[in-house]
């Protein structure tokens, strides 16, 4: 009896000893990433402050999708507050109390968009700059020119942080942490195409598409979303847009009604896309036609 009392004994503390060198090992790795820096140079663009640009500037806020995570007086909101995942919020991005417009140069603003790197030289947390990388310096400058114009609201965050399972999550692959990450910073900046009814201008805006549909577009579950949330439609030509038409379309990305009458998932930010112009709307559907048909949550 005592013998298998000792063995026992030992078992178990092999498996804490095993438990503790994996948590170990979970911080270390992860605490490298968070804390990788990156040397990209300061954007020497001018952001503008006539009317036209920050309206369209407003514009481009709200169909990319800031709006819908830093809400429409970009104050911020937090996404996570669990001790097992972590507290990670939307920056208040205005001039008030708690918010980084005071604080910010226009060169940080356009590192964090174009590069996803705050003044420190890390990667921000939980913010899709991937997809912004793909904007011109111009869009971007325009953003920006929105931002410094709307009002000041005091509105205070906690620092971000990331609990034992967002780590899991993060080094699995499973939570999109660390922006800087995916994005090539060597690669030169891109130009926007023409804007009108074409797939080429609807590959541009389509970028915004990605975060949830994925690179391929062909769907799947959506990264860092909320437990429960439907995957995300295979929009490319062999899934959910077949048989639906340019007007089909429209209706569904400006009211989330399908052709089928059914309600897509609140998830989609409905409300961002319904600004967009007839020609963006159109230049989006031509975009997606012309790509080829894939199996659900495909590359």
């Known amino acids: 009896m005592r013998r298998t009392l000792k063995w026992v ?62 809400g429409a007086d970009l104050s911020g909101k937090v996404f996570f507050d669990d001790p097992a995942i972590g507290t990670l919020y939307a920056a208040n991005l205005t001039a008030g109390k708690g918010g980084v417009g005071s604080e910010f140069s226009d060169a ?12 420190e030289g890390k990667s921000v ?8 990388t793909f904007m011109s310096d111009q869009d971007i400058a325009d953003i920006i020119a929105y931002v ?33 990450e995916l994005i090539d910073h060597s690669a030169p900046r891109p130009t926007a195409p023409e804007p009108g009814p074409t797939a080429e201008y609807g590959a541009y805006l389509a970028t915004t598409c990605m ?8 769907g799947g579950p959506i990264p860092g979303a909320p437990p429960g949330t439907p995957p995300a439609a295979n929009i490319t030509q062999g899934g959910e847009l ?13 009211t989330g009604v399908k052709p089928s009458g059914k309600t897509i998932d609140a998830f989609m930010p409905v409300k961002n896309f319904s600004d967009m112009t007839d020609d963006e709307v159109n230049a989006v559907w031509l975009y997606l036609k012309s790509l080829p048909a894939k199996p659900f949550n495909s590359e």
């Not at 990156?38 to 999708?65: C, F, K, N, Q, W």
């Not at 975060?211 to 062909?218: A, I, L, T, V």
Request: hydrophobic residues 40%; charged residues 15%.
């Open 211 to 218: 975060g949830c549909h994925s690179p391929s577009f062909s």
């Open 148 to 180: 410094r114009s709307v009002p000041a609201v005091d509105a205070e965050h906690p620092e971000p942080s990331v609990g034992p399972m967002g780590r899991i999550l993060y080094l699995t692959g499973q939570l999109p942490l660390m922006p800087a």
């Open 242 to 254: 077949i048989g639906w038409s340019e007007a089909d379309f429209a209706t569904a990305v400006r």
């Open 9 to 70: 004994g030992i078992v178990l503390g092999a498996l804490v000893g095993v438990v503790i060198l994996a948590v170990a090992a979970i911080y270390i790795i992860s605490s490298v990433r968070f804390n990788k820096t990156y040397d990209v140079p300061p954007s020497t663009v001018e952001v503008p402050t006539d009317s036209a640009s920050i309206e369209h500037g407003r514009h481009l806020a709200t169909i990319r999708g800031c709006t819908e995570c830093h």
């Open 108 to 119: 940080d603003f356009f590192r964090i968009l174009e590069h996803g790197v705050d003044p």
């Open 125 to 132: 947390y939980f913010m899709p700059a991937e997809e912004f």
